[in-house]
C-alpha cells in the first residue's frame, strides 16, 4: 500500500483525509471528513451536511430547515 502522508480515502458513506494537527501543543495526524455519501441522520431526523462551513449551525440542516421552517 502506497503511503504518502496526505492521502483520502472512503468509508462507508464518507470520504476522508489525513491532515495533521497540533492539539496541545502536540502534532497528531487525524481523519477529517472531505465529503459525504448518502442519508445522514441526527437524533432520528434526516439531515443534509455539508462539508465545511464558517460556523457551526452552517455544517448541517434538518429536513424542516431546508423547507423554510424552523426547529
Given at each position: 500500500m502506497r503511503k504518502?502522508?496526505?492521502i483520502q480515502i472512503f468509508a462507508t458513506?464518507?470520504?476522508l483525509q489525513s491532515i495533521q494537527v497540533e492539539i496541545n501543543n502536540k502534532k497528531q495526524w487525524r481523519w477529517i471528513a472531505i465529503g459525504f455519501e448518502e442519508d445522514n441522520y441526527y437524533d432520528g431526523e434526516t439531515i443534509e451536511v455539508y462539508d465545511y462551513a464558517d460556523s457551526f449551525e452552517g455544517l448541517f440542516q434538518n429536513n424542516d430547515e431546508q423547507q423554510g421552517n424552523s426547529i
Open positions: 504518502e502522508k496526505k458513506g464518507v470520504h
